[in-house]
Structure formats: structure tokens, C-alpha cells
């Protein structure tokens, strides 16, 4: 299991970015991947994720409606849309599957709820800097 984020960068408040996730060694339709961020001083923090077989999608109430987590199994590639960026979206994003057999609904959950997040849960790619800032 690889996953390996990419597009991070420097953006202004208000702009956008997309974030890619490329995966390999498994597919989509078998394992869900969710977006997580960490800024400096804080807990990681889950973002987004769709769920495996039935791709569904939850979001952190701080990005819903400005986030958009989208897939494309024939690449086996995981996006992220940020749009109307804010400087407390800098951070760290990562992308990362869940260890165990859930689907997504767990993790989508933990998400949407904005439970705290276990690290040892979750199969981590290597992160990508978002920095938000005029």
C-alpha cells in the first residue's frame, strides 16, 4: 500500500488549490482514502474522505462547501479541490486508508464528527504544504 500526496503550495485567501493523491498497490473500489491535515502545534485533523465500494462522501464542517474530495479509479488517483482558502488551512495535507476493513463510513464519520484521529489506524502517504497567506 503507497499513497503519495501531491499539489501543495502557496495560495492567497480566497484562491484554490487541488491536492492529488496517487495510490497503488491496491484499488479504489477495495480501500477508501481520506485527506487529513496537520498545522503546526496541532492534532492532525481529518478532512474529507469517499468511502470504497459505494463512494461516499463526507466532509469536516470547516470545509464543507469549499472542499470537494472527488476519484478517478481509472488512474487510481484521490483529489482534493480547495476553494476559498483561508489562512487557517495551512498545514500539512496527507492522504491515508484506513487499516482495517472499513469501507470509509467509520472513518467518514470520525470526520464529519471531527473526532480525534489515530495515527496507527491508517496506512499514511508522505504529506504536501498548503500555506495560505497574502
Known amino acids: 500500500v503507497q499513497l503519495q500526496a501531491s499539489g501543495g503550495g502557496l495560495a492567497q485567501p480566497g484562491g484554490s488549490l487541488r491536492l492529488s493523491c496517487a495510490v497503488s498497490g491496491f484499488t479504489l473500489d477495495k480501500f477508501a482514502i481520506g485527506w487529513f491535515r496537520q498545522a503546526p502545534g496541532k492534532e492532525r485533523e481529518g478532512v474529507a474522505c469517499?468511502?470504497?465500494?459505494?463512494?461516499?462522501?463526507y466532509y469536516s464542517k470547516s470545509v464543507e462547501g469549499r472542499f470537494t474530495i472527488s476519484r478517478d479509479s481509472t488512474k487510481n488517483m484521490v483529489y482534493l479541490q480547495m476553494n476559498n482558502l483561508k489562512p487557517e488551512d495551512t498545514a500539512v495535507y496527507y492522504c491515508a486508508t484506513p487499516r482495517n476493513s472499513d469501507t470509509g463510513v467509520a472513518m467518514g464519520m470520525m470526520i464529519s464528527r471531527g473526532l480525534p484521529i489515530y495515527d496507527r489506524l491508517f496506512d499514511w502517504g508522505q504529506g504536501t504544504l498548503v500555506t495560505v497567506s497574502s
Open positions: 469517499i468511502s470504497s465500494n459505494r463512494g461516499l462522501i
